[in-house]
């Protein structure tokens, strides 16, 4: 790589400081088209490789990413621009998932049953057996690009599949180097390849004959484009989308804890995460509490260096991303939002966190309106009945979360919230390697995890062995 960007190449920027950090070579379509032929004949070899040997090749890459994490944190956080201690989490998150499938797909046990349940059928004996589903197309967003494409190429490779993976252009330097480390552990190259480009790029691989599958984790409006051109030859079309989560807290919750969550949540990436609590949706009588509350802590949030210890918020990912926030805030202004504190771009990509009251609940932001960005959206309530209706009434459904401490309570709204996942006394933001993670609505249509996701890559073959018991 060199610090310049010849014809053919894009620049990757680190977003603190503006330093070019690597220029990528741009892939073509004549690339894109030449690496699935390989992955497909890849793909047939691959999965004739027995499952102890594919995971005994996982176990050596985790290794490999125990060896170099410190490198691979760095280099994370550079290019992304969170916070080190957080890079560094994402990077041993990444180590977990890839020892996590390498030991599920050892035991993995199939099913079989006799028949004689059904008259007719007594000498019958079924059986499955899982096949992997060819190549998988894998779609990587920015903000983890660590963890997000371990959940793509971990258990897709455990299963038997191929994978091209294209990573973000803003952020594919951890891909990329993790990509080789996969290589050097002994995966083959044609096994996971890296395809880079832009969106058009990614939209030809979506709709390529070649692919079975499709992995995606970015926007909803990526999502149904992905989904649409993947519906031209029938893939199976793994979504995991946006979100404007709510948080609903109870008068009688324990506010330290609400503010310590929700702080930790919606600064989390520098408030560039899907599953963040966005919607602080408060009973009135703890509102102005809590927004004072949230004006000190978040507010007060220190921006600066990523790689440095006592940096609470780094910046976004880019100037751009910066001024859509900006954007977005000025327009929730617009439509009748207070500004408790922030609102504004100090320098480049960084971003103030950003305390607003929408205290109709009338404004884009507390609905629909997803904001990638360190901004906290409070919204006063006058009873249960309305902090659900709140809550869901928005297009998406990721994650959530009830603060309350009576628990009976708690549960009663958190069994009619509209969301994959709910936390109850802690942020939403909770996603351990085995819950089954996805949305309702428009924040997807998959479950990923340790106990869920090689399933999402493999397709089910009954065998019938027909007539081979005698009865008597």
């Known amino acids: 790589m060199t610090t310049t960007a010849p014809a053919g190449t894009y620049q990757v920027i680190n977003p603190a400081n503006d330093e070019v950090l690597a220029s990528v070579p741009l892939d073509t379509m004549a690339d894109l088209d030449a690496m699935l032929v390989r992955s497909a004949a890849a793909q047939k070899t691959w999965a004739r490789v027995p499952r102890h040997e594919r995971s005994a090749v996982m176990r050596v890459y985790a290794d490999l990413l125990r060896a170099h994490r410190d490198e691979l944190g760095t280099l994370l956080c550079r290019e992304n621009g969170k916070p080190i201690d957080q890079a560094r989490g994402e990077i041993e998150t990444t180590i977990?998932?890839?020892?996590?499938?390498?030991?599920?797909?050892?035991?993995?046990?199939?099913?079989?049953?006799?028949?004689?349940?059904?008259?007719?059928?007594?000498g019958d004996i079924q059986f499955t057996h899982h096949d992997p589903l060819g190549v998988i197309a894998a779609i990587v967003p920015f903000n983890f690009p660590s963890e997000l494409?371990?959940?793509?190429?971990?258990?897709?490779?455990?299963?038997?599949?191929?994978?091209?993976?294209?990573?973000?252009?803003?952020a594919p330097l951890t891909v990329i180097r993790q990509i080789e480390l996969l290589w050097e552990a002994g995966v083959p190259r044609d096994v996971v390849q890296i395809l880079n480009g832009d969106q058009e790029l990614g939209h030809a691989l979506a709709s390529h004959p070649i692919p079975a599958a499709i992995s995606l984790t970015g926007s909803t409006e990526a999502g149904i484009s992905v989904?649409?051109?993947?519906?031209?030859?029938?893939?199976?079309?793994?979504?995991?989308?946006?979100?404007?989560?709510?948080?609903i807290v109870f008068a009688d919750a324990d506010m330290d804890r609400v503010v310590a969550e929700a702080v930790w949540g919606r600064s989390l990436s520098n408030g560039q995460v899907c599953c963040a609590n966005k919607r602080i949706i408060v009973e009135a009588a703890a509102a102005d509490q809590l927004i004072e509350r949230f004006r000190t802590a978040f507010g007060g949030l220190r921006l600066g260096d990523p790689l440095k210890a006592d940096t609470g918020l780094g910046p976004l990912i880019s100037r751009s991303a910066a001024i859509n926030v900006a954007d977005q805030v000025a327009h929730s202004l617009d439509q009748g939002v207070r500004l408790v504190c922030g609102g504004g771009r100090p320098d480049g990509a960084f971003f103030a966190p950003t305390v607003v009251v929408d205290a109709e609940a009338a404004a884009d932001v507390s609905h629909d309106l997803e904001i990638f960005g360190p901004v906290l959206d409070i919204i006063p309530f006058s009873s249960e009945s309305r902090a659900v209706e709140i809550a869901n009434a928005s297009i998406y459904g990721l994650s959530g979360a009830v603060f309350s401490t009576d628990l009976a309570r708690a549960m009663r709204v958190?069994?009619?919230?509209?969301?994959?996942?709910?936390?109850?006394?802690?942020?939403?933001?909770?996603?351990?390697?085995?819950?089954?993670?996805?949305?309702?609505?428009?924040?997807?249509?998959?479950?990923?995890?340790?106990?869920?996701?090689?399933?999402?890559?493999?397709?089910?073959?009954?065998?019938?062995?027909?007539?081979?018991?005698?009865?008597?």
């Not at 797909?105 to 059904?118: G, H, K, P």
């Not at 989904?227 to 893939?235: D, E, H, M, Q």
């Open 414 to 472: 958190a069994l009619q919230m509209e969301t994959g996942h709910i936390s109850i006394n802690g942020t939403g933001l909770y996603r351990t390697d085995a819950v089954a993670w996805g949305g309702y609505k428009r924040s997807g249509n998959v479950r990923e995890g340790l106990g869920t996701s090689l399933a999402e890559f493999m397709q089910t073959k009954t065998v019938t062995l027909r007539s081979v018991l005698t009865t008597g």
């Open 149 to 170: 494409n371990a959940w793509k190429v971990a258990p897709a490779i455990a299963t038997g599949n191929t994978v091209v993976v294209k990573p973000s252009r803003q």
């Open 96 to 122: 977990r998932i890839y020892q996590g499938c390498a030991e599920r797909i050892v035991a993995w046990e199939e099913e079989a049953r006799f028949l004689d349940s059904e008259a007719g059928h007594e």
């Open 227 to 247: 989904a649409t051109a993947g519906a031209k030859t029938l893939k199976r079309v793994a979504l995991e989308l946006g979100g404007n989560d709510a948080m």
